[in-house]
């Protein structure tokens, strides 16, 4: 299946189609000098493949892990860039999740003020997640994709088959955000999930539909003031426990998996009794060990705050959604009925 996402007059494809990593050159121009940019825990298999289909391709691997989507890891592909002599009609492929992905894409926008990418990601939650909306970027000094550009890749390719070497833990996170895509907007993709034995027979089916809802709200919403946050249906939360993780001694916490718990925050009724037995199915958390006080201190510095009001997504039924502009009394009862 291809899905076209358009924005600003251009546009670009994202194929899913398990087994098209070996068909690499009919969805990419791979004629010109080609960086392949992948990570050191990305298995080799993946980059080697679409190595093997550039004729003037070079490999470059960069280290992994949130601590290395870094400034210096763009310098680092820069200089690589500059060493092998690319022109602005080269191109760079990133084989890899999302850290990869976005530090790679920020590259390309720099390089010559912007240089062709393709994305070839390679976890769940970068298939799901970072292959539409163009966002690129890395951390500076411990603050989350702080230093960024928009710059959409020239073509995305999604190859379920990759998905068959990665961890349990990390295709539940990865189904988390899709979860998340499905409370909100898309009612038949939930029952599927619910009604799912084995997933990867039908992977290629949850994707384009996850990848339909992401495509139709960031194409509403390109500048993200109203509609895009929808996508943020438990972040809030989420990222409040994230943040408590990283400061205590908690078990530590996958992005996906703080978006989980943090959504049966934000849902009520049968839509949250649904959900929670969803993220059971899959292996995923829907407990935190923190008090409404702990869990309030952390939501306070959610980026997304405009003066003293944060806009919640809540999901009364599965399939829709309502925006609530909650102040931090409205924020602490909804936190507080959901611990008792
Ligand atoms: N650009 C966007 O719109 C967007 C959206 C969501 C998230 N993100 C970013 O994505 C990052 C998280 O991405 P992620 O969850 O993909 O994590 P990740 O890139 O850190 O990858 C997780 C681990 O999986 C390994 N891996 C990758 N593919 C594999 C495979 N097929 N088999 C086995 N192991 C594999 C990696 O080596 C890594 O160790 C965050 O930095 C986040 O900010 C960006
Ligand atoms: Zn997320």
Request: charged share 20%.
């Given at each position: 299946m291809t899905l076209t996402f358009t924005q600003g007059g251009s546009a670009y494809d994202i194929t899913i189609e398990r087994g098209s990593l070996n068909q690499v050159s009919g969805y990419f121009n791979l004629q010109r000098k080609v960086l392949v940019v992948t990570g050191e825990g990305v298995p080799r298999q993946y980059a080697a493949t679409v190595l093997a289909a550039c004729p003037e391709g070079l490999l470059l691997t960069i280290p992994e892990g949130e601590e290395n989507k870094t400034l210096t890891s763009v310098e680092t592909i820069l200089s690589e860039l500059l060493r092998l002599g690319f022109t602005r009609y080269d191109a760079l492929i990133a084989v890899g999740g999302g850290v990869v992905g976005d530090t790679a894409g920020f590259a390309a926008a720099c390089y010559m003020r912007?240089?062709?990418?393709?994305?070839?990601?390679?976890?769940?939650?970068?298939?799901?997640?970072?292959?539409?909306?163009?966002?690129?970027?890395?951390?500076?000094?411990?603050?989350?994709?702080?230093?960024?550009?928009?710059?959409?890749?020239?073509?995305?390719?999604?190859?379920?088959?990759?998905?068959?070497?990665?961890?349990?833990?990390?295709?539940?996170?990865?189904?988390?955000?899709?979860?998340?895509?499905?409370?909100?907007?898309?009612?038949?993709?939930?029952?599927?999930?619910?009604?799912?034995?084995?997933?990867?027979?039908?992977?290629?089916?949850?994707?384009?539909?996850?990848?339909?809802?992401?495509?139709?709200?960031?194409e509403a919403d390109p500048t993200e003031r109203g509609l895009r946050a929808v996508l943020n249906f438990g972040h809030t939360i989420g990222h409040a426990l994230e943040a408590a993780v990283g400061s205590g001694s908690a078990p530590p916490l996958y992005h996906g998996e703080a978006v989980a718990v943090g959504m049966l925050y934000m849902a009520e009724g049968e839509a949250r009794t649904r959900i929670e037995k969803l993220l059971k199915k899959y292996g995923l958390p829907t407990e935190d060990p923190f008090s409404a006080d702990e869990l309030m201190q952390f939501a306070a510095s959610d980026k997304k705050r405009r003066g003293?009001?944060?806009?919640?997504?809540?999901?009364?039924?599965?399939?829709s959604f309502r925006f609530q502009e909650a102040g931090p009394d409205e924020l602490r009862t909804i936190i507080q009925s959901r611990k008792k």
């Open positions: 912007g240089i062709d990418w393709y994305n070839v990601p390679t976890t769940l939650l970068s298939q799901a997640d970072s292959s539409v909306g163009g966002k690129t970027g890395v951390n500076l000094h411990g603050v989350k994709n702080i230093v960024g550009a928009f710059r959409q890749p020239s073509g995305v390719l999604i190859d379920t088959a990759v998905l068959d070497t990665l961890p349990p833990r990390l295709f539940a996170e990865g189904l988390a955000e899709i979860i998340k895509m499905a409370a909100t907007s898309d009612a038949a993709l939930f029952r599927r999930l619910e009604q799912a034995g084995d997933l990867s027979p039908v992977m290629e089916d949850i994707l384009t539909a996850a990848l339909r809802i992401k495509i139709a709200v960031v003293n009001k944060i806009k919640l997504v809540r999901v009364d039924e599965i399939g």
